[in-house]
């Protein structure tokens, strides 16, 4: 042993620092290109980070306020702008069929009753959890008219898998034809 360190055995704690500085950077490439990644999901796919925590009384839900059955739907304010409110539940979505105009700004209000559900709207960009007592809340544009699938995507019990709504996307201007004033528009029959 002795006589190989002295015959010039390579520098062991040299090669350990190299190799950590060598690993410091690939860390340091690999932690960039997550962040580039992150970025450029966020501004392509307009990806929407939570904005603010809503709550809501989840005892009281069905019973007064915004989440009362008869005002679950879809619905046009005196500005003109176009409101999506949903509740969850084992197993379903209220309401079961969703009417949207495309090519307009449509803001979704949904929370939940019991557990964890979730939703994505087809192919679209419109993907959200629904939490007992918090209000999920987010705004996007559906581009194209026709009917898209809106299952859960959170693991919420035995019936996860059956759980599911649709969303109708129609033209605007048929849509703003069927929208009036104080009414809660759905595409299942009331
Ligand atoms: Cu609701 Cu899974």
Redesign the pocket.
């Known amino acids: 042993m002795s006589t190989a360190a002295a015959a010039g055995e390579p520098d062991s704690h040299g090669t350990a620092i190299a190799a950590e500085r060598r690993w410091a950077w690939v860390v340091i490439a690999i932690m960039a290109l997550l962040v580039a990644m992150m970025i450029f999901t966020g501004l392509h796919w307009s990806a929407m980070p939570p904005s603010r925590v809503e709550t809501v009384d989840v005892k009281t839900l069905h019973l007064k306020g915004e989440f009362v059955e008869s005002n679950l739907g879809t619905s046009v304010g005196a500005d003109g702008k176009v409101t999506v409110r949903l509740v969850?539940q084992?197993?379903s979505f209220e309401p079961q069929c969703i009417v949207v105009p495309a090519g307009m700004p449509v803001t979704f209000r949904g929370t939940s009753t019991d557990t964890i559900?979730g939703f994505v709207v087809g192919t679209t960009n419109a993907n959200t959890m629904l939490i007992p007592a918090f209000v999920s809340t987010f705004t996007t544009t559906f581009p194209k008219t026709g009917e898209q699938l809106m299952p859960?995507h959170?693991?919420?019990g035995t019936g996860?898998e059956a759980?599911w709504a649709r969303v109708q996307v129609l033209p605007a201007a048929e849509f703003m034809a069927k929208a009036k004033p104080g009414e809660r528009l759905s595409c299942v029959p009331r």
Do not use: N
Request: glycine share 0%; hydrophobic share 20%.
């Open positions: 969850a084992q197993y559900h859960c959170e693991y919420c996860h759980m």
